[in-house]
């Protein structure tokens, strides 16, 4: 491989798009593990943009993300199921919502409708990732937490 790849690649990783901090976690160790996935593909993503890397790079970094999100949601509906959790529905309703969003955005960047994943789009999954760990994630967490207390 080209040396400007691994120079653009450690520029990629020095770039931080969504900060992880130990507010995003849940205490369930699946789902925090998956979170700080999330940001780290996102932050990797970030970093292909600013660093001016190919449709390419960028078009598999911004498949590795949606895919990422799509395996996370399954897992935490698995521990929905797992711990009878009431809310499940809403939740994975708000899963599916996203997962559509980004299946429509990963159509619109691979039929060259977008010129690749831009900062707006960048910007909407963050604060979507954000809001959801903080509020829908954390509601889940409480829960399971109350029923091992059992």
């Known amino acids: 491989m080209p040396s400007s790849f691994f120079h653009a690649n450690e520029r990629m990783c020095a770039l931080t798009f969504m900060a992880w901090n130990d507010r995003l976690l849940t205490g369930i160790e699946a789902v925090d593990t998956d979170h700080r996935k999330l940001v ?6 970030y970093g ?14 911004f498949d590795e993300l949606l895919d990422y999100t799509q395996y996370h949601f399954a897992r935490e509906e698995r521990l929905f199921e797992r711990y009878d959790y009431p809310l499940a529905l809403e939740h994975a ?12 955005a990963r159509a619109d960047f691979k039929r060259g409708e977008l010129p690749g994943p831009s900062l707006q789009v960048l910007s909407y999954l963050k604060d979507w990732l954000f809001d959801h760990i903080m509020e829908t994630d954390k509601r889940f967490a409480e829960y399971v937490a109350a029923r091992k207390k059992y």
């Not at 292909?48 to 970094?61: I, N, P, T, Y």
């Not at 309703?93 to 429509?104: D, I, L, P, Q, Y």
Request: net charge negative; hydrophobic share 45%.
């Open 40 to 45: 780290e593909i996102l932050n990797r993503l």
């Open 93 to 104: 309703f708000a899963h599916a919502k996203m997962a559509k969003w980004c299946t429509e």
């Open 48 to 61: 292909g943009m600013q660093s001016g890397l190919g449709r390419e790079v960028l078009d598999d970094l």
